[in-house]
């Protein structure tokens, strides 16, 4: 798996939180730079103020009072403006936060429904994915406010740089050598903190699996059946113990290199602080402009802090957005032809043609660097030389033990893998010639594992076929050939009753119940080809008998195989 050129991991990042909302990119750049204008208005304004109250003091008959409101009103002025700006700010980030999540929440989806089934066979894939996902959602934005931050912080300090200028070079020597080893230890510290998170990636994907084990319904049963619930929380447990003394370790250590940072910093702000006092004193500055000083001193010290911050945190943000780059780059192979030929309008056969098929070996990081190891190692051969042809009107069935290949056919059938060698022919035409989503949507197929959808029992038949919903008659027909009917009767709120108790007012089936409905779904696509992989095993004997019936209607014009065991 490669990943983008570092040097413009940032720069993408960027026009990636551009492309989400353009307008809110830009508001956001201007206001930090008015953001880091106003202060040193402001700082320079209450050195006049000082300055002015000093002289009227001196004079003491009233007449600088009016001096003083003009620059009191002028700093109150600048005052709310910048408060003004900071809530506009705010405004401002948090609508490009949301819509950055939404626009790389998106990307994400797309892109991994668009990749092959293989990837799901790479735990490397899982890793990729997991921090492509943990991190993309706020990665953008920080490297955003981390761009800001570091574009108004040197704005600042170029006016700071000519306020202690104008009165010292050795206030400006002295902070910027102090900042330097707290600008070290922040990049010291991203560099950890990234090489920890990618080297522990599969550690921390299995805390979420063993969380969901003891979370999810979908593992409540056999959980609570076996006594599985204290194991699995000692696992959780020991693997966060590992994972939190490590980057406990790391922490440790960074913190003492950050404690003597801190004391460097103190000491320069001690130094400087003895020098100004001791110039004012001897007159060689104001008081107003001691104190216009001392604060731009300090105020450096922060703008060069903030400006350690932002670097270190685009450094670390380049180390972690490059995942997301990275899980982008995947591409699958699998894919339309670029000139596709039309799929026919009526199926009369599908032939699978001396198919010989291996699922792709795990590969780890290394071998996946190798362009040519997916295609140099397989697996054994779940078929090999194996031949059928299926014809329209007929129900051709495919029995066999476990591990025999049945499903696996499906699987090619609908280009979830490509074979190895041989080929699938509809009306003598190799699949690999069709558009695959119109390949896929004239091949309709329930896999025994099907999909409980937590939606309404009409919207789970209607998934059959998603771009053709609320055909009454349609889902009429679906739901009695698949004895789906019975079952929907029974609900409090019919068709439009929720299945499963994930969200309210749902009502749960057995999983015979649930096959059934998976069964209407797919008999409501009204495709050529039908696959049925082991579409009766969780019936009762009535239902069993009844479906084999129907597929006398069903077979009628379609081509039909149905899987099953022996």
């Known amino acids: 798996m490669q990943t983008k050129k570092q040097s413009h991991v940032l720069w993408n990042a960027l026009k990636l939180v551009y ?17 880091s204008l106003l202060p040193l208005a402001n700082l320079y304004i209450l050195a006049q103020i000082v300055d002015s109250v000093q002289a009227a003091l001196s004079i003491k008959d009233g007449s600088g009072m009016a001096t003083i409101t003009l620059d009191v009103a002028l700093f109150a002025a600048i005052f709310f403006l910048s408060r003004m700006v900071g809530i506009l700010s705010l405004v401002n980030s948090d609508k490009l936060t949301q819509r950055l999540i939404d626009y790389i929440s998106d990307q994400i989806q797309s892109h991994s429904v668009s990749l092959d089934m293989a990837y799901y066979d790479n735990p490397d894939y899982h890793d ?4 492509a996902q943990q991190e993309a959602n706020f990665r953008p934005i920080r490297i955003l406010d981390d761009f800001t931050n570091f574009v108004g912080s040197a704005i600042s300090i170029v006016g700071v740089v000519t306020m202690l200028a104008s009165a010292s070079w050795l206030t400006l020597v002295v902070m910027i050598v102090a900042i330097i080893p707290t600008f070290i230890v922040r990049l ?36 609570r059946a076996f006594g599985l619930g204290p194991f699995f929380r000692g ?24 404690a003597l940072s801190a004391i460097l910093e103190t000491a320069a702000l001690l130094l400087i602080v003895v020098f100004l006092c001791r110039e004012t004193v001897s007159g060689a500055i104001t008081v107003g402009l001691f104190v216009m000083l001392f604060e731009a001193f300090r105020r450096g010290q922060q703008n060069l802090q903030t400006m350690a911050t932002a670097v270190a945190g685009l450094y670390d943000s380049k180390l972690f957005i490059g995942n997301l780059f990275e899980f982008m780059d995947l591409k699958p192979s699998i894919a339309s032809p670029e000139h596709p030929v039309p799929f026919p309008s009526r199926v009369e056969s599908v032939v699978f043609n001396d198919i010989t098929f291996s699922y792709p070996n795990i590969q780890s990081a290394d071998q996946s660097a190798d362009p040519h190891y997916q295609s140099n190692s397989k697996q054994r051969p779940v078929l090999q030389h194996f031949s059928l042809t299926c014809r329209r009107g007929e129900v051709t069935y495919l029995k066999g033990e476990n591990g025999f290949g049945k499903t696996t056919l499906l699987k090619l059938l609908l ?29 309709s197929a329930i896999f025994q594992d099907h999909v409980r959808f937590y939606f309404t ?16 008659t349609r889902l009429q027909r679906a739901a009695e050939l698949s004895e789906a009917m019975p079952v929907i009767a029974k609900l409090s709120k019919g068709m439009d009753t929720p299945l499963g108790r994930q969200f309210n007012q749902g009502e749960e ?34 239902a069993r008998e009844q479906f084999l019936q129907n597929l006398d209607i069903i077979k009628r014009d379609k081509v039909v195989i149905l899987i099953a065991h022996f």
């Open 19 to 35: 492309r989400c909302d353009p307008k809110g990119f830009v508001l956001k750049v201007l206001y930090t730079t008015i953001g």
């Open 128 to 131: 990729t994915f997991h921090r």
């Open 188 to 223: 010291v510290k991203s560099r950890k903190v990234f090489s920890f998170r990618r080297e522990n990636t599969q550690l921390t994907r299995r805390t979420h699996y063993l969380a969901a084990l003891l979370t999810d319904s979908a593992f409540a049963k056999e959980t």
């Open 235 to 258: 696992q959780f447990v020991d693997i966060r113990r590992q994972l939190v003394d490590k980057l406990l370790a790391i922490s440790r250590r960074i913190a003492v290199s950050d």
């Open 415 to 443: 280009r979830l893998y490509d074979p190895n060698d041989g080929c699938i022919l509809v009306n003598g035409i190799d699949i690999r010639q069709f558009d695959l989503d119109e390949l896929r949507h004239n091949v």
């Open 457 to 472: 029992a009409k919207q789970n038949i209607e998934f059959g076929d998603i771009h053709h919903p609320g055909d009454e």
């Open 509 to 542: 089936l057995s999983m015979g119940q649930w096959q059934r409905i998976a069964l209407a779904r797919q008999l409501y696509s009204q495709a050529p080809v039908l696959v049925f992989d082991e579409p009766t095993a969780w019936m009762d004997r009535e």
